[in-house]
């Protein structure tokens, strides 16, 4: 802006997003005032002016009866409390997290098989199994990354209904958008899946932008120069009223969900394209969208809420930072495994025995080494197979009730994906020329499993 200058202003006592808010509003009274864009992670003010800045004394007086103290220099918070606030943070993050796990290992989505021939309103159940698992760790992980973004565009000083609506907005956007692309799924009729490396890409590309994020919501140090500022037009835009991008913006993140690849909703995807019906696609798609909202309207209510408070704002913040960068790891993690890339779940296979004995190995019928497992919605049994390299195998897996990702196999031991049909035995054969350690995986490498290949004859 012609002929204006900026200055900072390091604040005291800012710790939420409608504190933000409230200091930019008021701030814009000033006269000379043209911007302001507050940050409760940086503890700062950037004020952009017109003739004199408006002075400490001043800033200090209008502010006083909110109890905001500003400076021109940085404020040192106690030590001792911040450490206090983040293990406090950490221990709820960690009580949230084992709850997340223990639900995933209770393989209640095992219980669910969805096909062609399933009736539509399994679908809404398949949905809500979906919206508390793999659906809060990417659309669920995406929906904690933005909330205060969105909290900042809206009305955090109005009421609960205001302050959810950018998070019915982005359950709106998605409900829309799967109806409308799952009944072109239906009318196109044929299987349409991202490569596993487009998958790839996809994954890690949104989950380093969840993980940055999550940086920016924990505020530690050094780490606040990785945070997404919100750009300087857009801040001005908002504190001056304006609500269309507040509006559109979850509406399209929302409605971009669909492209997420998560085991349920490309499993429910699947059966769109296998009715080979517009209509039929829509509802498929539509129901089990329905199905996800209770959860990750669950995310919002919780993100609307405790955001707008000044003194849980910011463990909020931190809790919900740390369950980001928990969830966007656990993506990136996951993808090395589908791609048989080093992973953190290597650590568990490198601390398993290499057992020696000719027992190990599999029976040769036929000239083929058989080899047999079970595949669940829990994992794989066994999970650790040993086979002789230079002889072709014959891998029987029967499905005893997968769900999502895990009814397709994926190893660099053979092309393709080896799909699986509950309550039915699939059958892959493959030759392994060298000896080594090879993991096998769902197709979104959630569930692992490795094959140790020796040396013909030992």
Same mark, same amino acid.
């Given at each position: 802006?012609?002929?204006?200058?900026?200055?900072?202003? *390091?604040?005291? /006592?800012?710790?939420?997003?409608?504190?933000? !808010?409230?200091?930019?509003?008021?701030?814009?009274?000033?006269?000379?005032?043209?911007?302001?864009?507050?940050?409760?992670?940086? +503890?700062?003010?950037?004020?952009? $002016?017109?003739?004199?800045?408006?002075?400490?004394?001043?800033?200090?007086?209008?502010?006083?009866?909110?109890? $905001?103290?500003?400076?021109?220099?940085?404020?040192?918070?106690?030590?001792?409390?911040?450490?206090?606030?983040?293990? =406090?943070?950490?221990?709820?993050?960690?009580?949230?997290?084992?709850?997340?796990?223990?639900?995933?290992?209770?393989?209640? +989505?095992?219980?669910?098989?969805?096909?062609?021939?399933?009736? #539509?309103?399994?679908?809404?159940?398949?949905?809500?199994?979906? /919206?508390? +698992?793999?659906?809060?760790?990417?659309?669920?992980?995406?929906?904690? @990354?933005?909330?205060?973004?969105? &909290?900042?565009? +809206?009305?955090?000083?109005?009421?609960?209904?205001?302050?959810?609506?950018?998070?019915?907005? @982005?359950?709106?956007?998605?409900?829309?958008? *799967?109806?409308?692309?799952?009944?072109? #799924?239906?009318?196109?009729?044929?299987?349409?899946? %991202?490569?596993?490396?487009?998958?790839?890409?996809?994954?890690?590309?949104?989950?380093?932008?969840?993980?940055?994020?999550?940086?920016?919501?924990?505020?530690?140090?050094?780490?606040?120069? !990785?945070?997404?500022? &919100?750009?300087?037009?857009?801040?001005? $835009?908002?504190?001056?009223?304006?609500?269309?991008?507040?509006?559109?913006?979850?509406? =399209?993140?929302?409605?971009?969900?669909?492209?997420?690849?998560?085991?349920?909703? =490309?499993?429910?995807?699947?059966?769109?394209?296998?009715?080979?019906?517009?209509? @039929?696609?829509?509802?498929?798609?539509? %129901?089990?969208?329905?199905?996800?909202?209770?959860?990750?309207?669950?995310? /919002?209510?919780?993100?609307?809420?405790?955001?707008?408070?000044?003194?849980?704002?910011?463990?909020?913040?931190?809790?919900?930072?740390?369950?980001?960068?928990?969830?966007?790891?656990?993506? =990136?993690?996951?993808?090395?495994?589908? #791609?048989?890339?080093?992973?953190?779940?290597?650590?568990?296979?490198?601390?398993?025995?290499?057992?020696?004995?000719?027992?190990? #190995?599999?029976?040769?019928?036929?000239?083929?080494?058989?080899?047999? &497992?079970?595949?669940?919605?829990?994992?794989?049994?066994?999970?650790?197979?040993?086979?002789?390299? /230079?002889?072709?195998?014959?891998?029987?897996?029967?499905?005893?009730?997968?769900?999502?990702?895990?009814?397709?196999?994926? @190893?660099?031991?053979?092309?393709?994906?080896?799909?699986?049909?509950?309550?039915?035995?699939?059958?892959?054969?493959?030759?392994?020329?060298?000896?080594?350690? $090879?993991?096998?995986?769902?197709? &979104?490498?959630?569930?692992?499993?490795?094959?140790?290949?020796?040396?013909?004859?030992?």
């Amino acid at each position: 802006m012609p002929g204006t200058k900026e200055r900072v202003y *390091y604040v005291e /006592g800012m710790h939420c997003v409608s504190c933000e !808010l409230s200091i930019e509003r008021r701030l814009l009274e000033l006269k000379g005032v043209k911007a302001a864009d507050a940050s409760s992670g940086k +503890s700062q003010v950037l004020i952009e $002016y017109e003739g004199q800045p408006p002075s400490i004394v001043a800033l200090n007086k209008l502010f006083a009866e909110d109890g $905001y103290r500003f400076s021109e220099r940085p404020f040192q918070p106690a030590a001792g409390r911040r450490a206090k606030d983040l293990v =406090i943070a950490f221990g709820v993050a960690l009580v949230l997290l084992t709850g997340f796990v223990a639900l995933e290992r209770t393989g209640i +989505s095992g219980l669910l098989n969805v096909n062609a021939s399933t009736s #539509l309103p399994v679908f809404f159940a398949f949905g809500l199994v979906a /919206g508390f +698992s793999s659906c809060a760790a990417l659309a669920g992980g995406l929906v904690l @990354s933005m909330s205060k973004q969105w &909290m900042k565009a +809206s009305s955090p000083s109005g009421t609960l209904a205001q302050r959810l609506q950018p998070h019915l907005l @982005s359950n709106l956007g998605r409900l829309a958008s *799967y109806a409308l692309l799952g009944a072109l #799924l239906g009318a196109v009729g044929s299987r349409v899946q %991202l490569s596993l490396r487009a998958s790839f890409v996809l994954v890690v590309v949104v989950s380093g932008v969840m993980m940055l994020l999550g940086l920016q919501m924990l505020g530690l140090g050094a780490l606040r120069k !990785l945070s997404i500022p &919100m750009p300087k037009a857009f801040a001005r $835009y908002i504190a001056r009223g304006a609500g269309l991008s507040a509006r559109l913006m979850p509406l =399209i993140i929302g409605a971009s969900t669909f492209f997420l690849p998560c085991g349920f909703t =490309i499993t429910a995807q699947g059966v769109a394209l296998l009715s080979g019906s517009a209509l @039929s696609g829509g509802l498929i798609m539509f %129901l089990f969208a329905l199905g996800t909202a209770p959860g990750l309207l669950a995310i /919002g209510l919780s993100s609307a809420t405790l955001l707008r408070s000044p003194r849980l704002s910011t463990q909020f913040s931190r809790v919900a930072g740390i369950l980001v960068l928990f969830f966007a790891l656990s993506n =990136i993690n996951a993808q090395f495994n589908a #791609l048989g890339l080093p992973s953190l779940n290597d650590l568990s296979l490198s601390r398993r025995s290499v057992a020696s004995a000719d027992a190990d #190995l599999p029976p040769v019928i036929q000239g083929k080494q058989l080899v047999t &497992m079970e595949a669940s919605a829990l994992g794989y049994q066994p999970k650790h197979l040993k086979v002789r390299s /230079g002889i072709p195998v014959r891998w029987e897996i029967k499905d005893v009730g997968t769900s999502g990702c895990t009814n397709a196999i994926i @190893s660099e031991l053979f092309d393709g994906q080896i799909d699986l049909t509950p309550g039915k035995t699939s059958v892959r054969e493959f030759t392994p020329t060298k000896p080594g350690r $090879y993991k096998f995986s769902c197709w &979104m490498g959630m569930v692992t499993g490795s094959i140790e290949v020796v040396q013909a004859g030992r």
